[in-house]
């Protein structure tokens, strides 16, 4: 009978993550489900997270580097400058709209006041990382940096206007019922709306 290697922290959050990935009610997972379908006993995980929270609040940051690898990537492929904020906006929606669990958990899921410090960490992380993106691309555009007051600002808000515009298209609430009408619509204003606003300073 074959020996089974010991289930890793890294292990738990990847297969807690590929539960959520396209599921309507995060806090429907539990610690067992997640359990059986690694093939161990649920108190194996507790070697690692003290519940089902403290793993949310793992997966959390691991789903945000997730999504920001494959916004990256697709802003990294565009070669033309002009093109790359359209590349940008459209890899958002996308990679939100083709893994909607992930973002209920990052956007719309509550997982609790305590707010642990590396998620904090996290979170600066990715919002830096988007800021830096959106920033290379302007410079490209206009030949010279944002400034950063401005380019925080217009990033957070164009950033709650795709949240929310996602939230409603995937709550059914939405105005434009096709996919690709609506990433179309969501994307051009995305763009029309951060051109305007950094040009403004």
């Keep these: 009978m074959a020996i089974r290697k010991p289930i890793t922290k890294e292990q738990i959050i990847n297969r807690t993550l590929e539960?959520?990935?396209?599921?309507?009610?995060?806090?429907?997972?539990?610690?067992?489900?997640?359990?059986?379908?690694?093939?161990?006993?649920?108190?194996?995980?507790y070697n690692y997270f003290s519940s089902y929270t403290e793993l949310l609040w793992e997966a959390h940051a691991t789903c945000m580097e997730k999504m920001l690898e494959?916004?990256?990537?697709?802003?990294?492929?565009?070669?033309?400058?002009?093109c790359k904020l359209q590349a940008f906006f459209n890899a958002v929606v996308r990679v939100y709209l083709e893994n909607t669990g992930w973002f209920r958990l990052v956007w719309l899921e509550y997982l609790g006041e305590q707010q642990p410090e590396s998620n904090m960490l996290a979170v600066a992380a990715a919002r830096g990382q988007m800021n830096g993106m959106v920033a290379q691309i302007w410079q490209g555009l206009s030949g010279r940096p944002p400034v950063a007051t401005k380019l925080e600002e217009t990033v957070h808000f164009v950033h709650c206007y795709i949240v929310g515009e996602i939230s409603n298209y995937i709550s059914g609430r939405r105005l434009i019922k096709e996919e690709e009408e609506f990433c179309h619509s969501v994307v051009r204003q995305a763009v029309q709306s951060t051109m305007l606003l950094l040009k403004e300073e």
């Excluded at 396209?22 to 006993?41: F, K, P, S, T």
């Excluded at 494959?70 to 002009?82: F, G, R, S, Y």
């Design 19 to 45: 539960l959520l990935q396209n599921r309507r009610d995060v806090q429907n997972l539990n610690m067992r489900e997640i359990a059986r379908d690694l093939g161990c006993a649920h108190t194996n995980l």
């Design 70 to 82: 494959q916004i990256c990537m697709a802003v990294h492929t565009t070669l033309a400058p002009e």
